[in-house]
């Protein structure tokens, strides 16, 4: 074993056929660089090298790379904080620490964080090419598979839907195994992980792809108002039914309809729902002749339907009926490697919405993105983006422009320093109305989802509201 390397070459004496593989050395001794460098360069490899944590983290932002070889003590950066710190960059990137105070329990931690391999200075030569080569090979099949489910992505409609992570990609997998059918299928997932999306994908790679798609929030109408929604009415089935008017179901005939929020409707409209998936027949509210439709059901929730079930609030026989293939949506604090390229879609897409150069997010700012637990999703960082875009005067989102609760401030209300002399009631009333004005500002103004965070009725929110003087913003909701 030695420090330094033993340049290998074949039986002719000749630098072995370049392996086209590239590597980056990340080491604070320069004989260490200089001895790998010349060591990898021998057997083909593309090598560049750094001194120092940050400088390698600013080689990677440059150029892509296949293994890096990254030394446990490092001057400005503890090397297993920058293994995990590059793992979220490029969850796919092969490494292999080196280290001259190699014990089992930093091998053992090492893997865990996601090292590829441990190796002890000094180092046996053909062991350490023998890692290089196998930890490549790795890199190079996880590369392949990506790439494979990538080409699916883009093969079928998955444009808007953004992800790159191991859940995200057996989710592509499964739309396009179960779009073909006829099958009713259930989306499960909480508030802003992208069930209308995924709902769009299915559809627009089923062979309804040119009939209607039709979402409704079952969740968010009275029962009345939502089965005259569904089912249509004749003229003069209730006082205001001035005329007759088609329901979602006829409209989306031959096509899809989108249930969302199905946790939330109502018990009577839930044995209506059952029929339909059971007979393909309805009536019109007020109608005496039966309607036969051709509708394909996706369903979402954001609660527990078998808890539903159990509490006596959601019919068990419909349960069966729309939990045919059920999809799982993953909050994206379970798929954190998903937040650069989901940070880069929403920059990309809010710059040139509002006519601006195109951002970039600076390390420092990605490090609290990566960081936040994200309880409102992908819909509530692409709020955090949107806003970042439009408050930044340059290319650069610093961490500046993320709002107090992501980068960790605590800001205080303003009622306590501006107004000592308030009372009691008024302070608890400036506060409560800042609480509830931040909640609606993260959830988009979406009050029927703000309600939901804050478990309570929408109604006792809207009373709330209203009482505060709260001026409710119109926006465009997204799931």
């Not at 990506?146 to 057996?170: D, P, T, W």
């Not at 059952?274 to 509708?295: A, I, P, W, Y």
């Not at 609760?405 to 209300?413: D, E, L």
Request: proline content about 5%.
């Amino acid at each position: 074993m030695s420090d330094t390397a033993v340049i290998p070459r074949n039986p002719a004496g000749e630098v072995p056929f370049p392996s086209s593989g590239t590597v980056l050395i990340i080491d604070d001794e320069i004989a260490i660089r200089e001895s790998l460098q010349t060591l990898l360069e021998l057997e083909g490899y593309s090598v560049e090298s750094a001194a120092s944590g940050e400088e390698g983290l600013a080689r990677l932002g440059e150029r892509s790379f296949d293994l890096v070889l990254l030394d446990l003590a490092l001057p400005d950066r503890n090397g297993m904080d920058l293994l995990a710190e590059v793992r979220i960059q490029d969850p796919q990137l092969s490494i292999i620490m080196i280290t001259a105070y190699g014990t089992v329990e930093n091998a053992v931690k090492a893997m865990q964080v996601g090292a590829a391999n441990f190796i002890q200075k000094p180092w046996d030569n053909e062991k350490l090419l023998a890692d290089v080569r196998a930890a490549i090979a790795r890199r190079r099949a996880e590369e392949e598979n990506v790439q494979l489910k990538r080409a699916l992505k883009q093969r079928y409609n998955f444009e808007n839907i953004v992800g790159k992570s191991e859940a995200m990609l057996k989710i592509f997998d499964l739309v396009a195994q179960v779009a073909p059918s006829r099958s009713t299928v259930l989306l499960q997932g909480e508030s802003g992980t992208g069930k209308e999306l995924i709902a769009k994908a299915i559809h627009l790679n089923s062979p309804r792809r040119d009939r209607p798609f039709v979402p409704v929030n079952t969740g968010s109408m009275p029962p009345d108002l939502l089965e005259s929604t569904l089912f249509g009415h004749v003229k003069g089935a209730f006082t205001s039914a001035i005329a007759s008017k088609k329901g979602l179901f006829e409209i989306a005939d031959r096509g899809t309809l989108f249930l969302d929020e199905i946790g939330n409707m109502g018990v009577d409209t839930q044995s209506k729902i059952l029929r339909v998936l059971q007979d393909r027949k309805f009536m019109h509210l007020g109608g005496v002749h039966e309607m036969q439709v051709d509708v394909r059901i996706i369903a979402a929730t954001n609660v527990d339907l078998k808890q539903q079930v159990r509490d006596g609030k959601f019919r068990e026989d419909l349960f069966y009926r729309l939990n045919v293939i059920t999809i799982d949506l993953p909050p994206l604090r379970q798929r954190k490697e998903d937040i650069p390229l989901l940070s880069s879609f929403f920059l990309d897409k809010y710059s040139k919405e509002n006519e601006r150069p195109l951002r970039r997010i600076t390390p420092e700012a990605l490090r609290p993105l990566m960081a936040y637990s994200w309880p409102g999703n992908v819909r509530e960082l692409e709020n955090v983006v949107e806003r970042a875009v439009v408050l930044s005067n340059d290319t650069m989102i610093g961490p500046e422009l993320l709002p107090d609760p992501i980068v960790g401030r605590t800001a205080a209300f303003p009622i306590l320093e501006h107004r000592a002399d308030a009372s009691l009631f008024d302070i608890m009333e400036d506060c409560e109305r800042h609480i509830i004005v931040d909640m609606l500002e993260k959830c988009g103004w979406n009050q029927t989802e703000a309600a939901e965070r804050f478990h309570v009725p929408l109604s006792t929110l809207n009373q709330k509201i209203k009482r505060l003087n709260i001026e409710i913003k119109r926006k465009n909701n997204r799931e």
